[in-house]
């Protein structure tokens, strides 16, 4: 084959994989969930979701905080972001019908109502963030369903009961963010089991009883946040020797004074890159 011929085969080709992508279509159920979703009275603050198509259409661009990918001869919708808009309303079930979203990241709105059931859907979700909103009730316990979340932030909302044993099931699980709401009772010994917890913040809530010594044999824990609960007991001197815990912030309980209790009341800051967010 000459070098013209060549040539010529591979405009041909890039031509027909440009074609393919153009002419690449949306998949119709996710086509159908979004648009159900920007129906919605409260959604109407997102003027920018302009046209039928949330990942493009022609000269239309995605949606704004729509990421599409193409799979097979679709588009697919892999993220949602869209937060600090001021939206409004109960937690839109019609996101669960998204089924190959990666990330979904609601924070900062007003929405209200419980965390549907149907979350445990979301079978590739690799990070939840509904922080600062007005959501209620308690967490589903479908929310153990999402095998590959490594990120789940719940903070600062309304949630009550008690934190759900089913969130350790969750192996991937790095960063879990519930302070601020209204949780009782004692802290699933369960969660001892997530090899690759880092993060584990239930500061300002109602919990009670003692803290599992079993937490303190996480390998990766770094932060735990435990301040102004009802705890009560001894914290488990795990934690005193714990070769990555660099962080133990206890205040506002009635614990009783450890082993070692030196700099376990050190106030944890952090910047916003450190919460990846």
Known sequence: MTGRASTSLLVFSLFLLLSVAVHCKTLKR??????????S??????YAWVGDDPCGDGDLPPWTGVTCSTEGDYRVVTELEVYAVSIVGPFPTAVTNLLDLTRLDLHNNKLTGPIPPQIG?????????LRWNKLQDVIPPE?????????????????????????????????????????VGRVPPE???????????????????????????????????????????????????HPFVKELYIEGNS??????????????????????F
């Not at 009275?41 to 997102?46: A, E, K, N």
């Not at 614990?255 to 990846?276: A, Q, T, W, Y």
């Open 191 to 241: 969660l001892g089991t997530l090899q690759y917890l880092r993060h584990l913040h239930l500061s300002s809530n109602r919990m009670t009883g003692v803290v599992p010594p079993s937490l303190g044999h996480i390998p990766k824990l770094t932060y735990l946040y435990l301040d102004h609960n009802q705890f009560t007991g001894r914290i488990p001197d795990a934690f005193y020797k």
């Open 121 to 129: 859907r979301l079978r590739r979700l690799k990070i939840l963030n």
């Open 30 to 39: 996710d086509v159908k969930a979004l648009n159900e979703i920007k129906a």
């Open 41 to 46: 009275l409260g959604w109407r603050v997102v």
């Open 255 to 276: 614990f009783r004074p450890g082993v070692n209790p030196i700099g376990v009341h050190k106030v944890l800051e952090l910047s916003d890159s450190e919460f990846l």
């Open 143 to 183: 929310i153990g369903e999402l095998k590959r979340l490594t990120h789940l932030y719940l903070s600062f909302n309304n949630f009550k009961g008690e934190i759900p044993k089913e969130l350790a099931n969750l192996p991937e699980l790095r960063y879990l963010h519930l302070h601020e709401n209204h949780f």
